[in-house]
């Protein structure tokens, strides 16, 4: 893989998204459809897939593509893919509240090692760059060209006064009494992957997800925070988070930065 090549290509395709989902954004009515898991989809979510799926096609038409809006997809067996989750956060979208993020990974022998997440309604976009160092570039952005970048790393924990993250629309007792487990200075609540993208920052040491997550909801992220030099582990064992599972469901996971004294789970 030409790994400048690829940023190049996702980068831009993320922000076209972005854009496309922006403009229906500030619409004032936004139809809502629910899917066959439940969950639910607009057509931004379309838009922006067939966005990205048709340029990562052209681009790449000989690897493999997992995306979230299109079952067909579901179905590939690989350990080498792209996958793509165009709109994550939908929940927050609908609601308009604003923490919904473009994700376009590249998982390479099981691991997400390059990814872009763009959160048009926040301003804020970060990547890996070629090199594989996470980035966070600063607005506005121009997607024929790559603007100046900071690059980012996780923080040294203070395990007597932890940044925690959580989700903001799936939070539950279980994941209240695993945060219970630590010293926490910090509680913030966030939606999408940019959870994952304010570990990498520095902005927070711990996320905890005991819930239900797919591997399109979490691969850029997961690229970027290991970019940055952060983890994310099995909930249960604390075994490196895997990709190209079949199904592509993740179990329960933990993003961290490392030095970071992970608790086990509680006994039931």
Same mark, same amino acid.
């Given at each position: 893989m030409?790994?400048d090549?690829l940023?190049?290509?996702?980068?831009r395709?993320a922000?076209?998204?972005?854009?496309?989902?922006?403009?229906?954004?500030?619409?004032?009515d @936004?139809? #809502?459809?629910?899917?066959?898991?439940?969950?639910?989809?607009?057509?931004? %979510?379309?838009?922006?897939?067939?966005?990205?799926?048709? !340029?990562?096609?052209a681009?790449?038409?000989?690897?493999?593509?997992?995306?979230e809006?299109?079952?067909?997809? /579901?179905? @590939?067996?690989?350990?080498?893919?792209?996958i793509v989750d165009?709109?994550?956060?939908?929940?927050?979208?609908v609601?308009?509240r604003g923490?919904?993020?473009?994700?376009?990974?590249?998982?390479? %022998?099981?691991?997400?090692?390059?990814? @872009?997440v763009?959160a048009p309604?926040?301003g *804020?976009l970060f990547?890996?760059?070629?090199?594989?160092?996470?980035?966070?570039?600063?607005?506005?952005?121009?997607?024929?060209?790559? !603007?100046?970048? *900071?690059?980012?790393? #996780?923080?040294a924990?203070?395990?007597?006064?932890?940044? #925690?993250?959580?989700s903001?629309s =799936?939070?539950?007792?279980?994941?209240?009494?695993?945060? !219970?487990?630590?010293?926490?200075?910090?509680? #913030?609540?966030?939606?999408?992957?940019?959870?994952?993208?304010?570990? &990498?920052?520095?902005?927070?040491?711990?996320?905890?997800?005991?819930?239900?997550?797919?591997e399109?909801?979490?691969?850029a992220? /997961?690229a970027?925070? &290991?970019g940055?030099?952060?983890? @994310?582990?099995?909930f249960?064992? =604390?075994?490196a988070?895997?990709?190209?599972?079949?199904?592509?469901?993740?179990?329960?996971?933990?993003?961290?930065?490392? !030095?970071?004294?992970?608790?086990?789970?509680?006994?039931?």
């Amino acid at each position: 893989m030409d790994f400048d090549a690829l940023l190049d290509v996702t980068r831009r395709l993320a922000l076209e998204a972005g854009d496309a989902i922006m403009d229906i954004y500030d619409r004032p009515d @936004v139809a #809502v459809r629910t899917k066959s898991d439940d969950s639910p989809v607009t057509e931004a %979510d379309e838009a922006a897939d067939a966005l990205i799926s048709a !340029g990562l096609r052209a681009a790449f038409p000989d690897m493999p593509l997992v995306t979230e809006e299109q079952a067909d997809s /579901h179905g @590939v067996s690989a350990r080498t893919f792209l996958i793509v989750d165009p709109l994550d956060g939908t929940k927050e979208f609908v609601q308009r509240r604003g923490d919904f993020t473009v994700n376009i990974a590249y998982v390479e %022998d099981g691991r997400p090692i390059r990814g @872009v997440v763009y959160a048009p309604a926040r301003g *804020r976009l970060f990547y890996t760059d070629a090199a594989g160092v996470a980035v966070e570039e600063a607005a506005p952005f121009d997607p024929a060209r790559r !603007g100046e970048g *900071r690059p980012l790393k #996780v923080r040294a924990p203070d395990e007597d006064a932890l940044l #925690v993250v959580a989700s903001k629309s =799936h939070r539950d007792a279980a994941t209240d009494d695993y945060i !219970g487990q630590y010293s926490v200075a910090d509680l #913030v609540s966030a939606g999408s992957s940019l959870k994952f993208c304010l570990v &990498a920052s520095g902005e927070a040491d711990l996320y905890p997800r005991l819930g239900r997550t797919m591997e399109w909801d979490t691969a850029a992220g /997961h690229a970027v925070l &290991a970019g940055a030099g952060g983890r @994310v582990v099995r909930f249960d064992d =604390h075994a490196a988070l895997d990709y190209g599972k079949e199904g592509f469901a993740n179990p329960f996971f933990i993003a961290h930065a490392p !030095g970071l004294s992970l608790k086990r789970p509680q006994a039931s």
